[in-house]
């Protein structure tokens, strides 16, 4: 049987970790729910903003906040850019699938003969900073993620529920054709939120930069357990993802300390099959 | 205007397309001699999850084919190797096997890079009679193709042969460890090494208190991390591939913990050497760019030509190493093998080749044993100084180098 | 005075299929109009063509003089069209008041005013869309129709399918939003003697073209057309 200090520390690794999750899951869930196109492209314009950040930190060696506030605003335009194609070629939900996932491949593609197919790695010192609090330690970094992501989801949360343009958001999720109706302009809105979409990618890029280790193939690692998370979060709510975004990290970081490492990745899944099928009410 | 502008995007789409052709095409690769040139074919994984190491060996055989056709070519012909994209899948590798074989009617092939790909080529091989040469596949007994031969000297059975190299290095340290943690990735060739490394240690009364599989591609390594912080072994064993070995050191510094000493099977080697968490520790290897190496015939110019073209393709790690080695000894064993049987026949080249010692950049290299396997030369290097210095076994050490005790 | 509303011509439908042909007729400012006809003959149709979610073939559509009949449904929103639709579609996921403050424009119907008019919908200001009872939600599509502050109230069938002491309580508050507020409307309904006495005017509709055209009041006084188009007598 594992220690207390084991679990406590796996718990507390799994938690932040899961924050990643979170903030990945937080832009796509938002364009599946709420505009009804599964963006794969969330992806790799998440490590296309890492790749950024490693450029601007490794050859011209700025700050890795200062990378992201000159991406973030790049990729909200790219967003927007993508969003246009959507509109243009009244794409669905199907069709979107299949065409960000030929974005994701062009952007791969775009990477490795820029960056090359090798591992990069952006070395910092706040990577291996941590806090020590009784007998655990606290990663600084993934720490500073998850608040980024907890104030992120709370602000989207809020953002969704109290402004006029939040809800009608909302309204148009359900039922565009009524709620244009009344007036909601959802086209506009749309673009705004696809904007938005790639701006939290671009957060979560600057951090994947950070975190983890570059390869053009990595764009793949993350999709399945964000998918997982993004379902469990429930489509469209953004305190959802993030929380079903540490559960997923901490489900798996627990099973790594008790039972095999090599369980993790059957762990995200397995979760989301048990909640689909206990389907409570908040799902 | 709408027919301009449909012109238009349809000679950019018809531009796309012969970009995308050009691409696909067969990069050929030719120079010197006279005469109808020899066609080499093989794939590379030169996309995909392997493309990191791929476009190493792509590097190492496009120096060794000019070096080949500096000198005398095959038989007086130049060598032509026709290199295709396996994509990184085993299917792919084969489909593309046959047609190199069938329809580009090539002489002779040369194998892929990685076990998954190797396996797939060697079946292509067989059933054709082809003689395949391949350079890093770290399960030699999957080698079971009497025509296959491996241009990198793990010896018929590295899971028992190395960890004993691993385990002497440890004796020799002024403490020897009593105690282990093994921790590895579930890829086929470091599991292999794994398994047998703990069989091997707890046979010499080196204890394994805690023996961890993590799948590869794995994301977190904070949960591992605080298992082996909590075992707190002498010794760190991790079978890793890429940048695993990285994450975890980096997981345990969090944690506030270094291991006393700790190993590690296949990392990339540049970004562990650089590393922070990287300075002393080990690694496996078959040759660093030092000597007794580097006086080895043709090396040093080698060495010079990798670190030039490896720069020049943006590498991060332009120092040749294990991976870029295998692939010119590779091609040094087929022109041994062509040029000593005198023919490009497949059959007279495996049997040349089985009776006689090719002197490759690994030094003399025999195809007796086991699965065509000769003698083992698995090495040990160590971080020191940011730089991978080979450490063990003593008669691979340069002079004024030791392995430094942490 | 100038029409609030000035119909000509129309013909449209859905697809291919042409569900209305060639109606026309006026609505002036403050003024109510009562759309009756069987079933299918296309009352729903006119609403829905007026809103901007059919498909028009011919004609046009002068909303304050100005033609909309080209403009996108929420253009036509943003010019005061309101619209309770038949089948009320409120936003489920959203909350009683979300619903009435996702639409809400600036005007004289605040979320306060609306909550005065259907206090039930203040007792359920937090509960989900989804949880109400249909005269609740039919309440709500008013209330939310009223919320845009339209110049132009559309209601489709109000009182389908619900319990008699809900469409009392609806129709109560019809009367004070058509013959207090004078808000201009076009009511669709099966059962005209529910809604003549509070509408200026009626048409009736067959096979999607209109065929009678009177006051309410002289359609009340004399039901001879409803006999005829509608198959009912003036009880």
């Keep these: 049987m594992p220690s207390a200090t084991l679990l406590g520390q796996a718990l507390i690794s799994g938690v932040l970790a899961g924050g990643m999750y979170g903030l990945l899951a937080l832009g796509l869930s938002l364009s599946w729910g709420l505009l009804r196109l599964v963006n794969l492209s969330h992806f790799a314009l998440a490590f296309l903003a890492a790749y950024l950040t490693y450029e601007l930190g490794t050859t011209y060696h700025v700050a890795p906040w200062w990378a992201a506030a000159m991406i973030v605003p790049v990729m909200f335009l790219i967003g927007i850019a993508q969003h246009w194609l959507f509109d243009k070629f009244k794409v669905n939900e199907l069709a979107s699938l299949l065409i960000t996932f030929s974005f994701a491949v062009i952007l791969e593609v775009a990477i490795q003969l820029y960056w090359t197919a090798d591992y990069r790695r952006f070395e910092t010192h706040y990577s291996t900073m941590s806090i020590k609090a009784g007998p655990f330690y606290i990663p600084v970094l993934e720490l500073a993620l998850c608040m980024v992501a907890g104030v992120l989801a709370w602000g989207t949360w809020l953002w969704l529920r109290k402004t006029y343009v939040g809800k ?116 | 205007m709408n027919d301009r502008m449909g012109a238009w995007r349809r000679r950019h789409v018809l531009g796309g397309f012969i970009g995308l052709a050009a691409l696909g095409a067969p990069a050929i690769l030719r120079a010197a001699p006279s005469g109808q040139p020899v066609k080499v074919g093989g794939t590379l994984s030169l996309t995909g999850f392997l493309a990191q190491t791929a476009v190493i060996h792509k590097i190492a055989a496009e120096i060794m084919i000019e070096d080949i056709n500096s000198r005398n070519g095959f ?134 208190p805690l023996y961890l599989e993590y799948e590869a591609g794995n994301r977190d390594f904070g949960a591992i991390a605080a ?180 | 005075m100038a029409d609030l509303l000035s119909v000509e011509n129309l013909s449209a439908g859905y697809g291919r299929a042409v569900v209305l042909s060639d109606v026309a007729f006026r609505l002036g400012e403050g003024e109510a109009l009562a759309v009756l006809g069987r079933n299918g003959v296309g009352k729903t149709t006119l609403l829905d063509t007026l809103v901007g979610v059919t498909r028009r073939f011919t004609g046009s559509i002068a909303l304050g003089g100005r033609e909309v009949g080209t403009l996108a449904p929420e253009t036509r929103a943003g010019l005061g069209v309101g619209w309770v639709p038949q089948e009320r579609n409120i936003f489920r996921s959203l909350s009683v008041q979300e619903n009435l403050t996702a639409v809400a424009r600036p005007g004289p119907w605040t979320l306060d005013r609306v909550f005065r008019l259907f206090p039930r919908l203040k007792e359920r200001r937090q509960q989900s869309g989804a949880s109400l009872s249909g005269g609740e939600q039919q309440m709500l599509a008013i209330g939310r129709a009223l919320a845009t502050n339209p110049r132009l109230l559309l209601l489709d069938e109000p009182t389908e399918g619900l319990a008699p002491i809900i469409v009392q309580e609806l129709l109560a508050a019809l009367t004070r939003l058509l013959r207090e507020e004078k808000l201009a409307a076009i009511i669709v309904e099966q059962h005209a003697q529910k809604i003549l006495p509070i509408t200026d005017r009626a048409l009736i509709l067959e096979r999607g073209r209109i065929v009678h055209q009177s006051d309410s009041a002289a359609l009340l006084a004399d039901p001879m057309p409803l006999e005829r188009f509608l198959g009912v007598t003036g009880r």
């Design chain 1, 168 to 283: 009608a958001l909302r309204a148009a999720a359900e039922d565009a054709d009524i709620a244009a109706a009344y007036g909601v302009d959802h086209k506009k809105l749309a673009y705004l939120l696809s904007g938005m979409g790639a701006a939290y990618a671009a957060i979560a890029g600057t951090f994947i930069a950070l975190i983890a280790t570059l390869a053009p193939t990595q764009i793949w690692a993350w999709l399945g357990v964000v998918f997982a998370v993004v379902i469990i979060g429930r489509l469209g709510n953004p305190l959802g993802a993030l929380l079903a975004g540490m559960l997923i990290g901490a489900s798996e970081s627990i099973a790594m300390a008790v039972f095999e490492p090599a369980w993790a990745p059957v762990v995200s899944f397995s979760v989301l099959i048990a909640i689909l099928l206990w389907d409570p009410e908040w799902l």
């Design chain 2, 75 to 208: 038989l007086g012909r130049p060598v032509e190797y026709v290199l295709l994209d396996d994509q990184s899948k085993p299917d792919v590798a084969r489909s593309l096997y046959e047609k190199l074989i069938t329809v580009d009617k090539v002489d002779l092939i040369m194998g892929p890079y990685a076990t998954a790909p190797i396996l797939a080529a060697m079946g292509v091989a067989q059933r054709y009679g082809k003689v395949m040469i391949q350079s890093s596949m770290g399960i030699p007994n999957l080698q079971t193709y009497d025509m296959a031969f491996p241009a990198t000297p793990f010896g018929p059975e590295p899971d028992k042969t190395y960890p004993n190299v691993i385990l002497d290095a440890m004796a020799s340290l002024p403490t020897p460890p009593k105690s282990m943690v093994i921790v590895t990735s579930k890829f086929p060739s470091a599991q292999f090494m794994a398994k047998g490394m703990r069989i091997e240690a707890e046979k010499r009364g080196v204890k394994v």
């Design chain 2, 227 to 406: 298992r082996v912080k909590e075992a707190n072994a002498d010794f760190l064993w991790v079978g890793s591939l890429g940048l695993e070995s990285n994450q975890l050191l980096e997981a345990l510094r969090k944690l506030d913990y270094t291991p006393k000493t700790s190993f590690h099977l296949y990392p990339a080697p540049g970004p562990l050497a650089l590393s922070p968490d990287g300075n002393l520790v080990w690694c496996s290897t078959f040759l660093e760019p030092d000597e007794p190496f580097m006086s080895r015939p043709g090396m040093k110019k080698i060495a010079e030509l990798y670190k030039e073209r490896a720069t020049k393709a943006n590498l991060p790690y332009a120092i040749i190493d294990a991976q870029a080695a295998g692939m010119v000894a590779a091609w040094q064993i087929l022109e041994a093998g062509v040029n000593g049987a005198k023919t490009l026949e497949d059959k007279q080249i495996a049997a040349w080749l089985k009776k006689n010692v090719v002197t490759t950049v690994y030094g003399p290299t025999k195809f007796d044993g086991l699965y065509n396997h000769g003698e083992p030369a698995q090495l040990i290097r160590q971080v020191q100084d940011k730089q991978w210095k080979v450490v063990w076994p003593k008669q691979f050490v340069a002079p004024g180098v030791k392995l430094i005790p942490t």
